[in-house]
């Protein structure tokens, strides 16, 4: 539920904004230098050209001006005749013949297409529309601008295929055209463009691989593809791009392992391949070729192989990121001599032996003053945390190592890591007291301890860290009370201290941490006294647990202003009283009937709580009564009711709610009927579990009947009233409900409002419709259907039951020789040893698995014996059907046979 993804997500984004530099900032400068060095040599003296005219330029931006709809800054207002156009605004003429040479519109929201007329501009050098909203294609009349140097179109809307025709712009210097929805691929002809020195693609909806002939561009300084659809292996011809600077193809499917030639290419400054699925070792040699990198960013790939201790000779690297990988082995020691590192990514590899010196490498990187994150977790680094690490650069932000077999202490010297921002050691062995210093960290936003054996008292310079937003210190052995300081936290927005040993009492200051908007988790401590009022102040807080302590008292109402809260565990204490009827109002509740609530006992152990509208105001007193009575009711086929409450709410309306154990497998009408969200091959029902599952139900329905002191009519029984636990039992629920409802309505009781306990369509016996009192008969008519449902897959109410026929006359007709035309053709595919790849309901698949699935005789002898009794149950007169207890007799009788016949051809049970 809720809480459990809170978990996840925080995982997710700790790995990708931890772990990963999506965007790299040095690629960024590279393509501002290269492009603004460039554009200097724009301006030069113009020729002469016989055919198209200044007039030709007039007319073809008119057209331009023409094809653009938007144009909110009002750029355009000033291309107007009673000004020429060489002095409109973006244009700039070349200074003899007064034709356009350049076009530079960048940054004003400019929203239109390209007009085909800019081909006819023939002296244009720089066309240059970044950041717009050009949407349509590139005209393929690009390819008449024989002149074009820069053709600037990043971060448009363009779509369509790039035109081949703009292979012939021979002079070409810089295609920008990223940040498009550009299709296709990149063309093989780009050989052509022998001048090219920057080709940036990224971020389109580009198709296909990288051409061999891309190799030609030996000026190409720049390529980057980064974050399209690519496919295919890296070419070897890569290796031929002398001049290349920069290759960043990171976010596609490039698959296979990098080229040799690759390592030959010692101008690189930066390799960016992230996000890919490419394989292979990095070469020992890789540090003795790119002397010049500065970047290499190879993570979420399928490398394995140790990390090269050559790369400590690649002295300008700053980027160096192999996190998700597979890499194993030791992290070099030398990787000190890397004075520039700022950014070192091993995060989530196979790297470290659970050894005492894995973590030597950390003393290297002293020398490292830049450094900013370094990141290991998700590896198997054992050892100690060293001293030394109070002597990492004062630069470093981020410093994780999550998940590892990192033990010792946390060394007092961490805190002179004064701009930490980001530490997390979660899920790992350290020990010892946390230190003080901790709280030197004044720009700490998040702080994970979690998962750990830190021991001792929280200390309280924690509250120093006016910044935190999530603090993590779960499953430790801390103790004593939670310093009242935090109330400086006044960041904080999570607070999971769970599962440690803190006792007191829960400071008012803490539980009333109104900034608090995810997650407040005091649970499994030993917190003593009552819950303070304060906690209405967490008017923001998602989920509150204060499970598995030891409060007291009642649990205030002002728990109510908690307007945002969707989760509430407070099992496990020693709360007295009524649930405070103002729970009613908060979110989550409020529809029609019945509302569940997700709540939580326990990590193992959830809970739902049902919350009855009623309209009437009732007796609370029998509620309750009733209720207790409920609670007494234990039978594992039953869900068990843990408690009720009732009350009255703000508005004056009965609160009446129930608690739930909370099943984890959905309803049996989920199983039955529908194929689960995001699964292809939803899993289906065997025939021994939807035997077990009818079983079950008898089960129950016999102890509500026979066991109880006062016989309990169900009234209302049908698929979605039996929930399947983690282990497929099932368990009926709302057993007692129409007695419930009918104790709470007896002061204005009317036909309408009993009408609702009678029983579902489809469901409920003929002579309810008649009048007649609930009784067990017609909860056995209720069974008989639901028995003949589960093994049908038909619904009573499917469209096909009209006109006299209902399911158990659909059922009696095909009895005996004709059983496997109704039954649940999943079933029999199953039976069959298939797992059907998808089930259609629909009749021409029916009439297929008619004819070619064979049932294995003894299920068929099975089924036939359960379609007696389903249609034994729902006979017409009440006083024909089965007993319950001859029900559970022979449906135990059909479960042993089945098990003893060989080769049952049932699937084995996981
Ligand atoms: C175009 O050039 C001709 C001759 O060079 C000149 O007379 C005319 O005014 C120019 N037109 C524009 C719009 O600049
Ligand atoms: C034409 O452009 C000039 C120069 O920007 C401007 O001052 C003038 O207002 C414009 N005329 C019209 C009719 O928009
Ligand atoms: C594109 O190139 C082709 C082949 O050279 C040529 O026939 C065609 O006219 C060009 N298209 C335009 C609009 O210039
Ligand atoms: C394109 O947009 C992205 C995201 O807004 C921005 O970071 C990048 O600098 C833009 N590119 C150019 C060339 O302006
Ligand atoms: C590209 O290089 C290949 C050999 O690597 C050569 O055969 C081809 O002619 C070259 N293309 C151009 C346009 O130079
Ligand atoms: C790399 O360069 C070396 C010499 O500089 C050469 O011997 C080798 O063949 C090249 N490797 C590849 C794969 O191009
Ligand atoms: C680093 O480069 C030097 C000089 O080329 C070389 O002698 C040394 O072996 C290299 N170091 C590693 C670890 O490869
Ligand atoms: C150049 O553009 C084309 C459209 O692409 C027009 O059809 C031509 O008429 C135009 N030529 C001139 C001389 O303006």
Redesign the pocket.
């Known amino acids: 539920m809720k809480l459990l993804n809170v978990f996840p997500t925080y995982t997710m984004k700790l790995q990708n904004s931890l772990l990963y530099a999506r965007w790299s900032t040095y690629l960024q400068l590279q393509l501002i230098l290269i492009f603004s060095i460039n554009l200097v040599c724009l301006i030069h003296p113009v020729y002469t050209s016989t055919?198209?005219?200044n007039?030709?330029d007039h007319?073809?931006l008119l057209?331009f001006k023409e094809s653009i709809h938007t144009d909110s800054h009002g750029i355009l207002t000033s291309w107007n005749r009673s000004n020429h156009f060489c002095n409109w605004v973006g244009i700039t003429c070349g200074l003899l013949h007064q034709r356009v040479i350049s076009i530079d519109l960048s940054g004003y929201d400019l929203g239109g297409s390209i007009?085909?007329?800019?081909?006819?501009l023939s002296f244009l050098r720089n066309f240059t529309l970044l950041n717009n909203n050009i949407y349509g294609q590139i005209?393929e009349?690009v390819g008449r601008l024989y002149r074009l140097q820069y053709l600037m179109l990043t971060n448009n809307t363009l779509g369509g295929e790039i035109p081949v025709n703009l292979t012939k712009c021979s002079k070409l210097v810089f295609i920008s055209i990223g940040g498009n929805k550009l299709t296709g691929g990149i063309l093989k002809e780009v050989d052509s463009l022998t001048n090219l020195e920057a080709l940036y693609l990224r971020t389109n909806k580009l198709t296909g691989g990288i051409p061999r002939s891309l190799g030609n561009l030996s000026s190409l300084k720049l390529f980057d593809a980064g974050n399209n659809n690519m496919v295919g292996s890296i070419p070897d011809e890569i290796g031929d791009m002398k001049s290349l600077s920069i290759l960043a193809i990171h976010d596609n499917k490039f698959s296979g392992k990098l080229p040799s030639s690759l390592y030959n290419l010692s101008s690189l400054i930066t390799l960016s391949i992230g996000f890919n699925q490419i394989e292979g070792v990095l070469p020992n040699s890789i540090g003795n070729n790119f002397r010049n990198l500065h970047h290499l960013g190879i993570g979420w790939n399928r490398f394995h192989g140790t990390i090269p201790a050559s790369l400590s000779n690649i002295s300008k690297l700053q980027v160096f990121d192999i996190g998700y990988n597979k890499f194993t082995g030791q992290v070099p020691v030398n990787l000190g001599n890397l004075r520039d590192l700022v950014w070192l990514g091993l995060g989530t590899n196979n790297l470290g032996n659970n050894s005492t010196r894995d973590l030597d490498f950390l003393t290297s990187l002293a020398n490292c003053s830049k450094l900013e994150r370094l990141l290991f977790s998700f590896n198997n680094f054992g050892g100690v945390l060293p001293n030394s690490i109070a002597n990492l650069s004062s630069q470093l932000n981020r410093l994780t190592f999550l998940s590892n077999q990192i033990s010792g202490t946390i060394p007092e010297g961490i805190g002179n890591l004064i701009g930490l921002y980001f530490l997390v050691m979660e899920d790992n062995l350290l020990t010892g007291n946390i230190p003080t210093s901790l709280g030197k960290l004044q720009d700490m936003q998040l702080l994970d301890l979690g998962l750990n054996g830190l021991s001792g008292h929280l200390p309280s310079s924690m509250g120093n860290l006016t910044r935190l937003n999530i603090l993590f210190i779960n499953q430790n052995k801390l103790e004593g009370s939670i310093p009242s300081t935090i109330e400086n936290c006044h960041n904080l927005q999570i607070l999971e201290i769970s599962q440690n040993n803190f006792s007191g009492a829960i400071p008012k200051q803490v539980i009333g941490l109104s900034s608090i908007s995810l997650l407040l988790n005091l649970s499994g401590n030993s917190f003593t006294g009552s819950l303070p009022v304060e906690v209405g102040k967490l008017q923001n807080i998602n989920s509150l647990d204060l499970s598995e302590n030891n409060l007291s008292g009642e649990i205030p109402a002002t728990i109510g202003d908690c307007s945002s809260l969707e989760y509430l565990y407070l099992q496990g204490n020693f709360f007295h009283g009524n649930m405070p009827s103002s729970l009613a109002s908060l979110k989550g509740s409020g529809s029609f009937g019945s509302v569940y609530k997700g709540f939580l006992a326990h990590e193992e152990r959830e809970i739902a709580v049902k919350v009855l509208n009623l309209q009437k105001k009732g007796a609370s007193k029998s509620f309750i009564a009733e209720c207790n009575a409920l609670r007494n009711i234990r039978h594992r086929n039953l869900v068990k009711i843990l408690t009720c409450c009732s009350s009255i709410d703000y508005n004056g309306n009965d609160f009446k709610a129930l608690v739930f154990d909370f099943m984890g497998n959905g309803s049996l009408e989920q199983w039955l009927h529908s194929r689960i969200e995001g699964e292809n091959e939803s899993r289906k029902l065997s025939f021994l579990e939807r035997l077990n599952i009818a079983i079950d139900v008898a089960s129950a329905l016999h102890y509500l009947y026979e066991q109880c002191e006062q016989p309990i009519v169900h009234c209302d029984l049908k698929p979605s009233n039996v929930l399947l636990d983690n282990e497929m039992t099932a368990h009926v629920s709302d057993f007692g409900l129409a007695k419930l409802l009918f104790v709470t309505n007896t002061i204005s009781q009317n036909q309408s409002s009993t009408q609702g306990i009678k029983g579902s369509i489809g469901y409920a016996a003929p002579e309810y419709g008649m009048g007649g009192l609930v009784s067990i008969e017609g909860d056995v008519y209720s069974f008989g259907i639901l028995l003949l449902e589960i093994f049908t897959g038909r619904r009573p109410t499917d469209d096909m039951f009209k006109d006299g026929l209902n399911l158990h006359k659909y059922a009696m007709l095909a009895l005996p020789e004709n059983i496997s035309q109704i039954v649940d053709p999943t079933l029999l595919q199953l039976e069959a040893g298939e797992i059907p790849s998808q089930i259609n309901d629909d009749e021409p698949e029916r009439q297929i698995n008619r004819i070619h699935i064979q049932m294995n005789g003894n299920v068929q002898n099975c089924i036939l014996s359960i379609f007696k009794i389903g249609l034994s149950c729902s006979l017409e007169y009440p006083n024909e059907r089965m007993k319950i207890g001859d029900v559970t007799k022979e449906l135990n009788l059909v479960k042993n046979y089945f098990l003893s016949t060989e080769n049952h051809g049932d699937r084995p049970q996981t």
Request: glycine share 6%; charged share 20%; proline share 19%.
């Open positions: 055919a198209p005219t007039e030709t007319l073809a057209k007009s085909p007329y800019f081909g006819n005209p009349e």
